[in-house]
């Protein structure tokens, strides 16, 4: 890493802590996804190298894929890549996509896509994956920050952190709870 007139964001570490991916900007527009690997020869190699940029990559639970974010389409959508050796590609989404994550047995892969969060049934066969119809889980209204804009609380993907609020219908109106602090003092009664 630090190679000069590149910009370099780490963004995942593989389960069995030998490689870094990260994201490699190269320019303004010119985005791809590296590899550094932790033991041994620490030479960074390319996982993503096109013309239209690749990011955000996060290591399956298994750590034999790689999902990201690519710009083929024109827009962001998910793909999966095989991981060390990258070159086929898999593409998940369907109708754009962004920050992939994966459930915690591999089984599933998790993205937004215009507001809704979404889920992938995804299977390996013989090296290769075969994916699911998205599935959308619910609607969010998500704030992107340092530590982004969602997380799994669970590792089976039963619960997120969001960070943002839900979108609430006309018939869920929001509840104001007003000292709230001497609920807690009596139990609640």
Same mark, same amino acid.
């Given at each position: 890493?630090?190679?000069?007139?590149?910009?370099?964001?780490?963004?995942?570490?593989?389960? @069995?802590?030998?490689?870094?991916?990260?994201?490699?900007?190269?320019?303004?527009?010119?985005?791809?996804?590296?590899?550094?690997?932790?033991?041994?020869?620490?030479?960074?190699?390319?996982?993503?190298?096109? @013309?239209?940029?690749?990011?955000?990559?996060?290591?399956?639970?298994?750590?034999?894929?790689?999902?990201?974010?690519?710009?083929?389409?024109?827009?962001?959508?998910?793909?999966?890549?095989?991981?060390?050796?990258?070159?086929?590609?898999?593409?998940?989404?369907?109708?754009?996509?962004?920050?992939?994550?994966?459930?915690?047995?591999?089984?599933?892969?998790?993205?937004?896509?215009?507001? @809704?969060?979404?889920?992938?049934?995804?299977?390996?066969?013989?090296?290769?994956?075969?994916?699911?119809?998205?599935?959308?889980?619910?609607?969010?209204?998500?704030?992107?920050?340092?530590?982004?804009?969602?997380?799994?609380?669970?590792?089976?993907?039963?619960?997120?952190?969001?960070?943002?609020?839900?979108?609430?219908?006309?018939?869920?109106?929001?509840?104001?709870?007003?000292?709230?602090?001497?609920?807690?003092?009596?139990?609640?009664?």
């Amino acid at each position: 890493m630090n190679t000069p007139g590149t910009s370099e964001y780490p963004m995942d570490i593989s389960p @069995d802590g030998r490689y870094l991916a990260y994201d490699r900007y190269e320019g303004q527009h010119s985005s791809n996804i590296w590899v550094l690997p932790l033991v041994g020869n620490p030479k960074p190699f390319p996982l993503v190298q096109n @013309d239209f940029g690749a990011v955000a990559p996060v290591f399956s639970p298994n750590g034999k894929f790689v999902a990201y974010m690519g710009y083929e389409t024109g827009s962001y959508q998910i793909y999966i890549t095989p991981f060390p050796g990258g070159g086929a590609k898999w593409q998940v989404s369907a109708a754009g996509g962004a920050i992939p994550a994966w459930s915690g047995d591999g089984k599933e892969l998790y993205y937004l896509t215009g507001g @809704d969060l979404m889920a992938v049934e995804v299977r390996e066969a013989g090296g290769a994956v075969e994916l699911g119809n998205p599935q959308r889980l619910f609607s969010v209204s998500t704030v992107t920050g340092p530590d982004g804009p969602y997380a799994l609380a669970a590792r089976d993907g039963s619960k997120f952190l969001i960070n943002g609020s839900p979108e609430l219908s006309a018939a869920e109106p929001p509840v104001l709870i007003a000292n709230w602090t001497e609920e807690l003092k009596t139990g609640g009664k």
